[in-house]
């Protein structure tokens, strides 16, 4: 089979400047960081309290690396849940005062695997129209019906609330902090 087509769609995200060049780090995760040999600064980490190179979590994560290995080597639902996943979500749960947590590996892989284990078949979601992305997939996922209502504005949610079935299950889902640039 001809693979013309995805050249074509990588030229074409190039034309609209839309291809993305994943930058390769050098260094250590900080708020400097070395790309191709050149200092430079970092504002699209996720490392917000620095925690990447704290000497604590550094000694804690060898320590752990000692006593597990380098992973689980399964999944959490097959046979990678450890006793160190375990301490971690009861001591969330207590910090959050929730009943309890689990931990995902990113933001994208616990909309994909919360929204779906909420709402199905005949349910609805009435979601930002402004969402990200993997809460736009998360509700792909489902076989719900997909609502979308004005960016932060809750009277349009409102009214599409009170225009649903009174019986259908609903979900109201939004991003937990939107700039609103107005
Ligand atoms: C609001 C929001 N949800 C989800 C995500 C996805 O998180 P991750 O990058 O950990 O997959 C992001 C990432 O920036 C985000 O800003």
Known sequence: ???DYLEKQVSDLKD???FNNILTIESAIG??????GKKVLNFCSNNYLGLANNPKLKAAAIAAIKKY???PAAVRT?????SLHKKLEEK???FKKAEAVITFQSGFSANLAVIPALVGEGDLIFSDELNHASIIDGCKLTKAEVIRYAHINPKDLEAKLNKASKKAKKLV???GVFFDGR
């Open 31 to 36: 708020p400097e960081i070395v790309i191709n």
């Open 1 to 3: 089979m001809s693979t």
């Open 92 to 94: 969330l749960a207590r």
């Open 173 to 175: 889902i939004t991003d």
């Open 69 to 71: 290995g380098i992973g």
């Open 16 to 18: 609209q400047h839309l």
């Open 78 to 82: 097959i046979a990678g849940t450890t």
